[in-house]
């Protein structure tokens, strides 16, 4: 689990942000940013650059988390 202001690079921020809650800045290998929330028992399938003879180091993602998501509490009654 990410926490909150936590900073992690993923070559594919789907398979990172797997099983993941929360709001995310995602960062791509080119620098465009992608706000991204992920909710319980939703995912993402897949997010990847289409390059070809780049090399693996360039195509890395940064991925931070920038917020909690919040759920109302369940009630008896």
Not at 44 to 59: A, S, W
Request: with cysteine; net charge negative; hydrophobic share 30%.
């Amino acid at each position: 689990m990410i926490n909150l202001n936590e900073t992690l690079i993923a070559y594919d921020p789907a398979e990172a942000l797997h099983d993941e809650v929360g709001k995310f800045e995602v960062t791509s290998p080119s620098g465009e940013k992608f706000s991204v929330t992920c909710r319980p028992g939703e995912s993402i399938t897949n997010i990847r650059l289409e390059t070809t003879g780049q090399n693996p180091l360039v195509q890395q993602w940064r991925i931070r988390k920038v917020g909690e998501l919040n759920y109302p509490q369940k009630t008896d009654g």
